[in-house]
């Protein structure tokens, strides 16, 4: 395992200061290692760049891009990244009162991982990294053909998609 020195953070989005400490070159390390299962590649670079759009009510959300070379090819790796709100209002609600991130972290961390051993389809995205109270690195399903549904009312093919989610379940 080879960490060069070229990593760098290139930020974009409104909160460039709080996610400066969110993601690091060894989290980037780990969260690689997590999800090839060894440690066979030399990390590059990683960029971390908030979504403009706003996806969820009680986090912000994030892309994260670690390039790294394997087997002798540059490669790059998408993931979504799941941060603490910097809404005050909502992180007192949620985050502090709830410890809404922390049953976040223990579900996907722990609980997915036993269920899914009793499930043939897929229950959630992989999660590759996840820091109890601030960050949670997931598998990009964007990759896999999902996208996010911009409906504020379910029509009935998501609806019957939902339900059939929660059946399989």
Known sequence: LAVTSKCAVRFSGAFPRAAMSLISKND???IL??????????????????????LGFHANHAGLTIKA???GTVKDFKFFVKT???NPEIKEKYWNVLRQFYKEHVFLTNLV??????VDQKITADCYLSKLE??????????LGYETCHLEYPDMVHAERAVQAFANF
């Open 84 to 86: 603490g709100s910097n």
């Open 33 to 54: 290692r997590s999800k090839l299962g060894d440690d066979h590649f030399q990390l590059e670079d990683f960029t971390f760049k908030y979504f403009e759009e706003l």
């Open 113 to 118: 991982k036993i269920l899914q051993n009793f």
């Open 134 to 143: 601030n960050v949670c690195v997931l598998e990009d399903l964007g990759g």
């Open 69 to 71: 070379i394997l087997n």
């Open 28 to 30: 980037c390390v780990e």
